[in-house]
């Protein structure tokens, strides 16, 4: 019989990720992110893994930091500071492997992933230098159109990490902010996934039945669970809190000085959770922090 | 109304701005999207004015009718008329080829090939990193597309070929046979000096209007690539008083005045 009961720690989870693994990433740049869980990465001796996210400071940290061998991306970037500054570091050292393509493409080959297609057609990257950097390949229509297209592969994750605002123990989950981006699509490509949230609950239908349309990802999909309220600081998370501009600043400023990842870490990753979020001022701070205006 | 404004009251940010809500003049339904304060105004003012069947979005999640001011605003005011969040952006306005979009790349060369993701170096060890390409390759195969350019020069405007090609031009020897390239559209380039358009031979960058004192070989100049010029090329329309005034509404903290140094006037002085 399933075992129901999918409540684990960070620490738990992380230890399911191996040298060598491909971790899709949910959320988009800077909104969203499964911050406290790409922290615990951080704070884990695990290497050599490839990344997979629509990137901000979760892809950032992770280069920063030597833990990316090859990265799948599209682009990378905090928004209101457009180029994420410890990737584009690592990027003009030479430092990590890429698989650049377009958002669309991107999640078209998580798509692929998720129904166990080995690459779903597409004219997206026609035209551009994105096929041959990225060795995709071409397939032609079978019928009487003949079209060429690029055959984008599928996306295969080992593990999926998302942060939701909400979770049972059985892994259902939901999203009260206006987006899921393509987090459904990052845990059905994912062998597992495992989802940090907010607030965890009971039992949903006990809990919250009135937001049950808000849950994006069947529980089927889901591996592990974790509570960790703040755990997308300092990314945003509607409507709970928004994202840290302080913070991103801080940190974009530390990419030049002192320009040295094992000088910060500490200041932007902590020696444990609560560690880091004392220094940022605490878990009520983060729930104050203003939804962005865009 | 009609006449426009004074022109000395006039600044070249608003010139722009006036010259993209141009380019995103439609009879059509479509997304406009436009990226940074110049191309948004744009769209906000074709959206209030001309081409009241744009679609545009708060910039998170929602369709808005009333296009949102830019600047600092409380997060609930904006009038919420639909919704539009990424994770149905392909399927319903990028892949259906239903928008517009007016963006800022780092180069553009002769082919209207443009490139967002990195400068120099190789694409294992770039000198500069950028954003990474983005939604650019999707757009060009699947919509219109038109570029805002606040500082015409031959950085911009390379020599050659850019350095990574991010979105699909009009290069023939990027086409494989049996590729559908039908639906590359490439509208206009909206810059300091002038509005071009894809009008000449083979789609060659065609020069169409010259902004108030500018020439056409000083646009050369300042180009990596030879321009065609359009047969009627004449100055570029001024915004009117009543552009000026949705403009004004839409841009509540003046931050177009900080778009171009010394934000200077429409007409240059001298």
């Known amino acids: ?294 | 109304m009609e006449g426009n404004a004074d022109m000395t009251d006039i600044s070249l940010a608003e010139l722009c701005i006036f010259a993209c809500a141009e380019a995103f003049r439609t009879e059509r339904e479509i997304i406009a999207t436009g990226v940074g304060t110049v191309p948004r105004l744009g769209a906000s003012l074709a959206r209030l004015s001309h081409s009241p069947g744009l679609l545009m979005t708060d910039g998170e999640a929602w369709l808005v009718e009333q296009p949102v001011p830019i600047g600092p605003r409380d997060y609930n005011d904006r009038k919420r008329a639909g919704y539009l969040p990424f994770s149905r952006f392909f399927d319903s306005a990028v892949w259906t080829g239903r928008r517009h979009a007016m963006v800022t790349p780092t180069q553009i060369d002769r082919f209207g090939q443009t490139n967002l993701s990195y400068l120099g170096g190789t694409h294992e060890q770039p000198k500069v990193q950028m954003l990474g390409v983005r939604g650019f390759p999707g757009n060009s195969i699947y919509h219109p597309n038109s570029m805002f350019i606040p500082q015409h020069g031959k950085r911009v405007f390379v020599e050659g070929e850019v350095d990574m090609v991010s979105s699909a031009g009009y290069n023939p020897a990027k086409r494989i046979k049996g590729g559908n390239y039908s639906a590359i559209d490439l509208r206009r380039i909206v810059t300091n000096l002038c509005v071009m358009d894809f009008g000449g031979p083979d789609h060659a960058i065609r020069v169409v209007h010259l902004h108030p004192g500018v020439t056409f070989d000083e646009v050369q100049e300042a180009t990596g690539f030879e321009l065609a010029k359009a047969d009627d090329i004449g100055e570029t329309p001024l915004p009117t008083a009543e552009a000026l005034e949705i403009i004004g509404r839409m841009d509540p903290h003046n931050l177009r005045a900080k778009v171009m140094k010394d934000n200077p006037p429409a007409r240059r002085a001298g």
């Open chain 1, 1 to 294: 019989m399933a075992d129901l009961d999918k409540r684990m720690s960070a620490r738990d989870i992380v230890a399911q990720i191996e040298d060598g693994m491909t971790v899709g990433i949910g959320g988009w740049g800077p909104r969203r992110k499964p911050m406290a869980l790409v922290r615990e990465i951080l704070r884990s001796d695990v290497k050599d893994l490839t990344i997979a996210a629509f990137g901000g400071a979760d892809v950032g940290m992770l280069c920063a930091a030597g833990k990316v061998k090859k990265l799948i991306f599209a682009f990378v970037s905090l928004d209101a500071i457009p180029l994420e500054p410890w990737f584009r570091k690592a990027r003009e050292a030479g430092q990590i492997d890429v698989f650049e393509m377009d958002e669309g493409m991107f999640q078209w080959g998580l798509k692929a992933a998720a129904f166990d297609m080995p690459f779903l057609p597409t004219r997206v990257g026609l035209g551009t230098d994105l096929a041959e950097l990225g060795g995709i390949k071409t397939v032609q229509s079978p019928y009487d159109d003949g079209e060429v297209m690029l055959a984008m592969p599928a996306i295969k994750l080992d593990v999926a990490l998302i942060h939701a605002n909400r979770c049972d123990w059985r892994g259902n989950n939901q999203f009260l902010g206006p987006d899921y981006y393509y987090d459904p699509w990052f845990a059905k490509a994912a062998k597992r996934t495992f989802v940090s949230c907010e607030e965890l609950v009971e039992k949903m239908e006990d809990s919250h039945p009135d937001d049950v349309a808000a849950n994006a990802i069947e529980r089927c999909f889901v591996s592990g669970v974790v509570e960790m309220p703040g755990g997308a600081h300092p990314s945003s998370m509607p409507p709970a809190y928004g994202w840290d501009m302080g913070w991103f600043k801080d940190y974009a400023a530390a990419a030049k000085d002192p320009g040295d990842w094992s000088q910060v870490s500490d200041r932007f990753v902590g020696k444990d959770e609560a560690a880091y979020q004392a220094s940022v001022g605490g878990v009520d701070k983060i729930a104050a922090l203003p939804l962005p205006v865009m």
